[in-house]
């Protein structure tokens, strides 16, 4: 990330700041959450991460100017097949729009290709989510298809569109952008 951004594992003093954006109902909807927890089962969900570190998931806090203004996860890490899912919310809404999800997105990447040495990093955005879908999209993120009505919550069904990136494909966009740099 740039200068002042930058992504690290999370910290359990974290937790009670994230626990606020799950009560924003628009970043509420956004993510998909029906029903925003207390902030004892927020955080006694976080616990068991704390507590017995998981090989399959990688927790990060999104960090600006020492301020925590958003979360980005790898999940569903499989070194069988050397695919992951990733998924981030930026809660501070003064940082939408200012590039700091796809600088942590682009963090994240280097370390599923480079370190886990992983083979497809993919992720699932619901189709209401332009902004999402458009910073994917802005990061070559190819669209691999549409899980049509695919979860019920608000009293309706939605889709959710599936992107993916293979390690060779970030390889060469990186190649690109130093070239063009």
């Known amino acids: 990330m740039d200068k002042e951004g930058r992504i690290r594992p ?9 626990h606020a954006w799950e009560l924003d109902d628009e970043i509420a909807y956004l993510s998909g959450i029906t029903r925003p927890r207390s902030l004892e089962a927020f955080k006694a969900s976080y616990e068991s991460y704390f507590v017995k570190m998981d090989n399959t998931l990688r927790l990060y806090s999104i960090i600006l100017n020492e301020r925590v203004i958003g979360r980005i996860e790898l999940g569903l890490i499989d070194r069988e097949n050397g695919t992951a899912a990733f998924g981030i919310v930026i809660g501070d809404r003064d940082c939408w729009g200012q590039g700091y999800g796809k600088q942590a997105i682009l963090e994240l990447l280097r370390e599923a290709f480079d370190d886990l040495h992983l083979h497809k990093v993919y992720c ?22 549409v899980l049509r009505e695919h979860e019920y919550f608000r009293n309706e069904h939605h889709d959710l569109v599936v992107f993916s990136m293979l390690q060779s494909e970030f390889k060469t966009k990186l190649k690109e952008e130093i070239t063009s740099a």
């Open 124 to 145: 699932e955005v619901y189709a209401f989510n332009e902004r999402s879908i458009r910073m994917v999209q802005a990061i070559d993120f190819r669209q691999d298809g």
């Open 10 to 18: 999370i910290k359990r003093e974290d937790v009670a700041v994230m």
